[in-house]
C-alpha cells in the first residue's frame, strides 16, 4: 500500500475509533487474522460475503488432518472398531453442537443434515399438514424455506405470507399477530422466519417464537444466517425446529449442517420414505419397515462422518474467540460501513448509495444490501459494480441472495410486475426478469451485497469504501457493461 494511502488509511481509523470505541476491545481478532488467517492479507484479498460462507482458520485445518492422520475411521453403520471410533466422535459432535446452542438432549434432538437446506427440506417433508393447517412464512424468507410451501400445498394447508415494511424491511407486528390469530391449534400449523436476514441483515425478533408457540403455532427458526455472529441459546428460545450451515458459522467443513428439532415435536413428524440407516428394521417380503425413533430416522444414509469431527473443531475455534466478541466486532464494521456509505454524494449533492433495510445497527446484523446510482439517480448495474470490485480483489456478492420477497418489497416490485415476469413463462431468469424490470419504470431487480464476520477488519471496510468512492460522478455509460450474467443464482460468463 502506498505511503499516502496508508496515511489516510490511518486518518480514517482513528475516527473510527473515536465512534466506535469499543472496537478497539476486540484486537485478539487481529492477531488471529495475521497468523490462521493470514493468507487473507498475502493475498490482499478483501473479503465480503461472510453471509454467504464464512472463512476458515488455518489451525481449524491442521487439527482436522491431525485427527484424520491419528486414526482409522470407517464407515459408522457397524459395530466393528473403525466404524465405532467413527461413531464416537460423531457422538461427540452432536453433543457438543447441542451443548453450544445450550439446548439439552432432553429437550432438543440434533440430525446432521448436508446444510440448512437439507434440514428445512426435512421438517418441509416430514411435517403433519393437512386441509386445516396453515403454513405462514415472512416475506424475508431464505428460497430453502419459500421451497416448503410446495409440501404444505400438496398436503391442501393454507399458505399465507407474513408481510414487510418499507423502508425498514422489519416484520408488519400488526399483520402478523393478524396472521398468527388465524391459526386453529386443533390443527398443525408452522410458522417459518429467519432470525436474520441474508437480505438486509434484519434480526427479526426472537421472541416471536414464544408468542406464536403460544397462538398454536410451531416454530421453525431459520438460524442460518443468524448463527454465524450472534449467540443463540435455546434456554431462551425455544422453537420446534432450527436450521444452521456449519460452513457459514466457521468455513469448514463444507457439506454439514444441522436440524434442531424438539423432542416434544418430534413424534408429530412422519417421514415421506426410509432409506439406509433410518431405519430399526426393514423387509422385502414383508414389505415394511420400522423409523428409528431419534435422529438417525431423519439422517438418511452414510453421514459426512469424516466431516463431522471438523464441526465441534469449529465450534471450539468460534468459542476460543468468543461468539460476543464477534458479534461487537461486526457491530462497530457495520456501523461505520452503514455512516460512512450513506455519506457519499456525488458533486451534484445527490446521494450515491441506496441501503435496503435499517440504517443504523439497531437490530440488524453485518449484511448490508445496497445499489450505487449515478449523479442524475439512475441505478448503475449491480453486477458490473461486482465485476469491479473484483478486480480490485474485494469479494462482494450480487443478485437477489435466494430471498426473493425481501428483495421485491425492498426494490418496490409489484404483484403486476411478478405477474408480467411469470408470463415469460420458461423464459424467465434473473437475467430476463432484470430486463424485464428496467423497462417497468426503471425498477432494480438485484442488488449488491456485502457482509462481514469473524475476520473482518477496518481496513476491508476501508478498502471497499474507498471502492465506492470512485464511482462519485460517474455514469452507466463511464463504468462500461458487464461481461457476465446471473442466471438462477449461477454466473454465466460471456462465451460460455
Ligand atoms: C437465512 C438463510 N437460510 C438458509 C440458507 C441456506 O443455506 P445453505 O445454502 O447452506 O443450505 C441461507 C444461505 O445463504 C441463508 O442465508
Not at 390 to 401: A, P, T, V
Request: net charge negative.
Amino acid at each position: 500500500m502506498a505511503a499516502n494511502e496508508n496515511k489516510n488509511l490511518e486518518g480514517d481509523y482513528e475516527r473510527f475509533i473515536a465512534r466506535y470505541p469499543e472496537y478497539a476491545k476486540t484486537t485478539a481478532v487481529d492477531h488471529l487474522r495475521s497468523t490462521d488467517y493470514r493468507r487473507l492479507d498475502e493475498q490482499e484479498q478483501v473479503y465480503l460475503d461472510f453471509t454467504g460462507g464464512s472463512l476458515y482458520a488455518e489451525s481449524q485445518l491442521e487439527q482436522h488432518l491431525a485427527l484424520l492422520r491419528s486414526g482409522v475411521f470407517g464407515n459408522p453403520h457397524s459395530t466393528n472398531p473403525t466404524s465405532t471410533a467413527a461413531t464416537e466422535l460423531i457422538e461427540h459432535t452432536r453433543k457438543s453442537v447441542l451443548s453450544y446452542f445450550g439446548a439439552s438432549a432432553d429437550d432438543y434432538i440434533l440430525v446432521f443434515t448436508p446444510n440448512a437446506s437439507g434440514g428445512l427440506k426435512l421438517i418441509g417433508e416430514s411435517f403433519p399438514f393437512t386441509s386445516g393447517s396453515r403454513l405462514l412464512l415472512a416475506f424475508d424468507n431464505h428460497n430453502s424455506v419459500n421451497g416448503m410451501r410446495e409440501f404444505a400445498r400438496a398436503k391442501g394447508a393454507t399458505l399465507a405470507y407474513a408481510p414487510l415494511l418499507a423502508p425498514s424491511l422489519r416484520l408488519d407486528m400488526g399483520l402478523l399477530d393478524a396472521h398468527l390469530n388465524q391459526a386453529d391449534p386443533a390443527f398443525e400449523n408452522l410458522f417459518a422466519y429467519p432470525a436474520q436476514s441474508n437480505f438486509s441483515g434484519v434480526k427479526h425478533p426472537l421472541d416471536l417464537v414464544d408468542r406464536a408457540q403460544d397462538k398454536g403455532w410451531r416454530v421453525l427458526l431459520d438460524a442460518a444466517a443468524y448463527a454465524p455472529t450472534n449467540r443463540l441459546s435455546l434456554t431462551v428460545v425455544r422453537p420446534d425446529f432450527i436450521t444452521v450451515s456449519f460452513y457459514k458459522m466457521f468455513g469448514y467443513p463444507t457439506g454439514v449442517g444441522a436440524l434442531l428439532i424438539r423432542r416434544s415435536t418430534f413424534p408429530k413428524l412422519s417421514r415421506p420414505w426410509f432409506g439406509g440407516g433410518t431405519v430399526d428394521f426393514a423387509s422385502v417380503q414383508g414389505q415394511a419397515h420400522v423409523l428409528s425413533r431419534n435422529e438417525a430416522a431423519f439422517e438418511d444414509g452414510t453421514l459426512n462422518y469424516l466431516s463431522i469431527p471438523a464441526v465441534e473443531i469449529g465450534l471450539r475455534h468460534i468459542q476460543a474467540i468468543g461468539i460476543d466478541l464477534i458479534s461487537e466486532r461486526v457491530r462497530c464494521l457495520t456501523g461505520w460501513m452503514l455512516d460512512e456509505l450513506l455519506a457519499l454524494r456525488h458533486g451534484n449533492g445527490h446521494p450515491m448509495v441506496r441501503v435496503y433495510g435499517p440504517t443504523t445497527t439497531e437490530a440488524r446484523g453485518g449484511t448490508l444490501t445496497l445499489n450505487l446510482y449515478d449523479p442524475q439517480g439512475h441505478l448503475l448495474d449491480y453486477r458490473r459494480v461486482e465485476e469491479l470490485a473484483g478486480k480490485k480483489g474485494i469479494s462482494l456478492r450480487s443478485g437477489c441472495f435466494c430471498n426473493p420477497g425481501v428483495g421485491e418489497i425492498a426494490e418496490g416490485l409489484t404483484e403486476d410486475d411478478m405477474r408480467a415476469a411469470l408470463a415469460l413463462g420458461s423464459e424467465v431468469n434473473l437475467r430476463t426478469f432484470a430486463r424485464l424490470m428496467e423497462n417497468r419504470g426503471h425498477k432494480s431487480a438485484g442488488a449488491i451485497r456485502a457482509s462481514v464476520g469473524l475476520v473482518s477488519n477496518f481496513a476491508d471496510i476501508w478498502r471497499l469504501l474507498q471502492f465506492v468512492a470512485d464511482f462519485r460522478d460517474q455514469t452507466s455509460l463511464a463504468i462500461g457493461a458487464v461481461t457476465f450474467d446471473i442466471e438462477s443464482c449461477r454466473i454465466i460468463r460471456d462465451g460460455s
